[in-house]
């Protein structure tokens, strides 16, 4: 066996620990993972908690599993990665105080009032999003609900920044995990002193910024034991989970980027911190010293395909396993017209992240005397076209905040689990006008992670390929999808409405959300669309 080194990933994302070797020729030696879920806190509706005991005994299990599977072949380096927002306390002794996910919603009282006060607006303009999930509101609600915890609290880190502490008791962040707290002066890619300030908390507790790819510390005896990494190994700071898929597949300004996965995320590169005037699109760092990111999210864009499949589809997993089935639904809905036949399905709204209203799922429009028209493909074909308008929406904001910069290829790149369909991916090209380049590679972020570590030790993993297609607009559909993307716009807004009016549940409404606005097509697409 071969005993060229690897370097390792850990991604902490939101459904699962994982952990990819990768060889310095870019192809992955050995991969394991374990899934966790974020436990509901009682009393606080909304609330979810990080275990961190449990799920660094799983972190550390995937990692132990890869390390086995190497058979004592060399992990020159580790990086880190995670999902973003969610943050840990810790105290003077370095151990875990309090700690939530990105999924946490307690501190919708204490956004509010961030709101109320006039604070939301600064912390968007020097930090580049809302308080609806990032940690300013949350830090005020420590502080209103456990004092005992930020009186005691000595370090404060975002998720991949605990990993690597777990790894080598050192405490740092960098600027892709830590400008999505809503603490960061963007332009400075740094923390700000006057964001802490204003939340109410000490700065000295902030740790040091490190870029992507710098050498944070070492693995410690004790993580050594707990992981069956050697003591020693160097630990190299990753980041957040998005900006490192783009860094895996080489993402460039000037051709946007989906990544399409539970949630998707539509985003451009820039050379500056783009700060949206409207507070639509939020702006986070990228991997590169001296880059940014802005970005739409779509939410559940992926996990809405997975219910179909499980409730509407079960013969076809059962005939074709899970992953087979999603063949099945996007062969039927090819078989139907673009716009599917006047069905609109109302899933994921436009981001407006002051104001980010989204409807209660529905499907509107379907006439129950026509089974042949509005049969099972036409409603998997209207879940896909959904998604793709509210792409169409974050790609026309994003040519208005860049100046046309993030459309200036006339191209669009598709990644993460979504791209994989025959279909989704030619639904996005008629949607936008773009052609679309798609890039299947799994666990791009991790291989992100890895690529990082790599530099580290002076070595060069190049972007991941592999599955990669172009798909041009077609003419006819294009036409066609400019009439259904202005009625989802039309349906949309009714139903939100009707959602609020009528007290169901919704989609998801923000805390700390302003009255809703309803998506609209920009002054660039009203020109682009009447010529």
């Not at 490192?244 to 080489?250: C, D, M, R, V, W």
């Amino acid at each position: 066996m071969t005993r060229d080194p690897v370097v390792l990933a850990i991604d902490a994302g939101t459904g699962s620990a994982r952990a990819l070797a990768v060889a310095l020729d870019g192809s992955v030696v050995a991969r394991a993972g374990r899934e966790w879920s974020h436990r509901a806190v009682a009393g606080h509706p909304g609330g979810t908690a990080f275990d961190t005991a449990a799920n660094w005994a799983l972190v550390a299990e995937a990692v132990r599993e890869v390390v086995t599977a190497l058979d004592g072949r060399p992990v020159a380096a580790v990086a880190a990665s995670s999902m973003r927002e969610g943050f840990v306390l810790y105290d003077g002794r370095g151990r875990e105080l309090w700690a939530c996910p990105n999924t946490d919603g307690r501190a919708r009282g204490q956004a509010q009032r961030l709101v109320d006060e006039g604070a939301a607006d600064r912390i968007f303009a020097l930090g580049g999003d809302w308080v609806s999930i990032t940690a300013p509101a949350r830090l005020r609600w420590i502080a209103e609900e456990a004092p005992e915890v930020l009186a005691e609290a000595r370090h404060f880190g975002m998720l991949s920044d605990w990993v690597v502490t777990r790894l080598t008791g050192e405490f740092t962040t960098d600027p892709t995990c830590g400008s999505s707290s809503a603490l960061f002066d963007l332009s400075a890619r740094s923390w700000s002193a006057e964001l802490a300030g204003l939340v109410g908390i000490d700065p000295g507790i902030l740790p040091p910024v490190l870029e992507g790819g710098e050498i944070a510390g070492r693995v410690t005896p004790d993580a050594a034991d707990a992981t069956g990494l050697p003591a020693g190994t160097p630990v190299v700071i990753g980041g957040a989970d998005t900006q490192l898929a783009l860094h895996g597949i080489g993402a460039v300004p000037g051709a946007p980027v989906v990544v399409g996965g539970t949630f998707w995320q539509t985003t451009a590169l820039v050379d500056r911190p783009v700060i949206d005037p409207e507070r639509r699109l939020r702006t986070l760092c990228h991997v590169e010293p001296g880059s940014w990111m802005v970005e739409g999210i779509s939410f559940l864009s992926g996990l809405a395909m997975r219910w179909l499949r499980d409730v509407f589809f079960v013969d076809a997993v059962a005939a074709r396993g899970p992953s087979g089935a999603f063949d099945v639904m996007e062969e039927l809905a090819a078989a139907v017209p673009p716009g599917s036949n006047g069905l609109v399905a109302v899933l994921a709204n436009a981001m407006q992240a002051d104001a980010w209203h989204h409807a209660a799922p529905a499907f509107v429009g379907f006439d129950i005397n026509d089974p042949e028209r509005f049969g099972r493909g036409t409603f998997v074909r209207s879940v896909e076209e959904a998604a793709a308008w509210v792409v169409r929406a974050h790609l026309a904001i994003l040519d208005e905040l860049t100046a046309g910069a993030a459309g200036r290829s006339g191209e669009l790149v598709f990644g993460g689990g979504s791209s994989g369909g025959r279909l989704w991916p030619q639904l996005i090209a008629d949607a936008t006008g773009r052609t679309v380049v798609t890039s299947t590679v799994a666990e791009a972020t991790s291989y992100g992670a890895a690529r990082l570590a790599a530099a580290a030790i002076g070595a060069e993993l190049p972007p991941a390929g592999g599955g990669e297609r172009r798909l041009a607009p077609e003419a006819s559909a294009v036409a066609a999808s400019d009439e259904a993307y202005r009625r989802w716009l039309a349906v949309y807004d009714a139903q939100v409405r009707a959602t609020g009016a009528a007290g169901i549940d919704p989609l998801f409404t923000p805390p700390g959300g302003l009255h809703y606005r309803p998506a609209r097509p920009t002054d660039r697409e009203k020109k682009d669309t009447n010529g």
